[in-house]
Structures are given as structure tokens and as C-alpha cells.
């Protein structure tokens, strides 16, 4: 692994176009618990040979240190062919669809559903930022996050930011289009489609309410002060228990 490493930074070294670009690209995949990891690894190394193989040197490894079984794939930025791996979000969505299917191949129920049509607004955070956690090192993204939330908290005030009203407002959309198909579909004379219209209003209904990392740092911050209240009220009413015993020895 070292000897491939320093290959590869030795081929990044004579590219002289682009020193600073990226040596490689790390992907995981991952599946839920429960799902079996000889079929998530089988089907990464055929999500890696079909999408990559013909022009892109690749490492993967599987962890199974996690309750997930997750595959790490870590792919040479620049290709055979002289062309640097630049992936975009139709790119990325494509690359789901595609180890989705591979799974698919192997017995598994996979489907590629961006997170935002499941009511999951946040985005997965990036391997530094959880590797700095695991090393119980605060990130500036949560450092800097927390302290906005606290400024907020301790004026009083909650301020509107532009992305979280677009959000809301896209969650909003796709409830509503899929309440549009359950009711088409309730129209319908078959039984099949009534049950289906019955699975789609129940689906909206457990879809998890719009939280963005600052309305989870907020309920943290409201959760931990309340906490605080009420252990700060134990206190007094035991002091004052005390005080009351220390009376009737006295007397």
C-alpha cells in the first residue's frame, strides 16, 4: 500500500498542470445493518471495475468495525487517458444508482433516492470533520456553528437564513406532490392502488421533520439548559431541606 501511495504521488509529481490537484478521491459505500457484507463488498468491487477499471487505478477496503457494513474506495484522481476525475452531483448520483443496482444483482433491496425525497435534509459530514471528532477535537464547523446558535439563543432572537426558508420550502413541494399522487391513486377503482394511495400518506407522514445542523444544535443547546434548570432547582430545595432539619435540631 505504501509502495502504491508513493507511486502515485511520484505520477502527481510530474504532472506538471496541475500540482495542486487532488492525488485522489475517497468514496464510501455504505449499507444499513443487518445487510450482508460479502454482498456489499461483492458489489463494490463491481461498482469499482465498471465505473473506474478501464481508466482509474483503485484501492477499497471493508470495515465492519461499525454496526453499518461500509466499503472505503479510494480512486487516483488522474486518469490513464491524462484527465483528472471530476465528479459532479449528477455524477455522484449516477455512481448510487449504479452500486445500487450492483446490490440489487446480489439479492439486496437497494434503491439510489436522493436523501431529500426521504425528508433528510443534512448532508453526511466529511471524513476530516469525523475524524477530528473521533479524536475529540472540536471542528471549526461546530465551533463556529455553536457560537452562532448561542449568540442567538442569548439575544433572544432566531435569525432567517436563505438556504434553511429554501429548504423548508422544497420539503413542503415534495409532500405535497406525493399527497397528489396518493389521491390519484386513491381515485383509482383497484384495490392495489388504494392500498399503495394508504402506503404514500403513511410514508409523508413518518417522513422526519426539516432539521438543518443548526435546528439540532438548538434543541442540544435548549435540552442541555433545561437540564441545567432543573438540576439548579434540586439544589435549592434540598439546601432548603437542610435548612429546615438544621431548625428542629435547634429547637
Known amino acids: 500500500m505504501k509502495d502504491l501511495q508513493q507511486r502515485w504521488e511520484d505520477d502527481a509529481g510530474l504532472d506538471k498542470r496541475r500540482r495542486d490537484g487532488l492525488l485522489s478521491i475517497n468514496i464510501i459505500l455504505s449499507m444499513p445493518a443487518g445487510t450482508d457484507a460479502i454482498a456489499v463488498k461483492d458489489s463494490a468491487r463491481a461498482f469499482a471495475i465498471e465505473t473506474f477499471g478501464d481508466n482509474h487505478d483503485y484501492v477499497f477496503v471493508q470495515h465492519l468495525d461499525d454496526k453499518h ?23 455522484l448520483q449516477a455512481w448510487r444508482e449504479r452500486f445500487a443496482g450492483e446490490l440489487r444483482l ?30 475529540k477535537i472540536t471542528p471549526d464547523v461546530d465551533r463556529l ?22 429548504i423548508e420550502s422544497r420539503q413542503d413541494a415534495i409532500r405535497r406532490r406525493y399527497l397528489d399522487y396518493a389521491a390519484e391513486l386513491q ?11 394508504r402506503q404514500v400518506r403513511q410514508f409523508v407522514k413518518d417522513m422526519p421533520a426539516v432539521e438543518t445542523r443548526r435546528h439540532t444544535l438548538k434543541s442540544e443547546l435548549s ?15 434540598a439546601d ?12
Open 106 to 135: 446480489r439479492g439486496i433491496a437497494a434503491e439510489a433516492t436522493p436523501r431529500r425525497t426521504r425528508g433528510r435534509v443534512r448532508k453526511a459530514d466529511r471524513g476530516a470533520v469525523l475524524g477530528l471528532r473521533k479524536r
Open 223 to 237: 435540552e442541555l439548559a433545561k437540564i441545567r434548570s432543573v438540576g439548579a432547582e434540586q439544589g435549592v430545595v
Open 69 to 91: 457494513p461500509h466499503v472505503h474506495l479510494t480512486v487516483r484522481s488522474l486518469g490513464h487517458d491524462g484527465k483528472r476525475l471530476s465528479p459532479r452531483k449528477a455524477d
Open 187 to 197: 381515485r383509482s377503482g383497484a384495490a392495489a392502488d388504494r392500498e399503495l394511495a
Open 145 to 166: 456553528a455553536r457560537k452562532e446558535v448561542l449568540s442567538e439563543v442569548r439575544g433572544g432572537r432566531t435569525a432567517k437564513h436563505p438556504w434553511e426558508e429554501k
Open 240 to 251: 432548603r431541606r437542610d435548612d429546615t432539619r438544621g431548625d428542629e435540631r435547634t429547637r
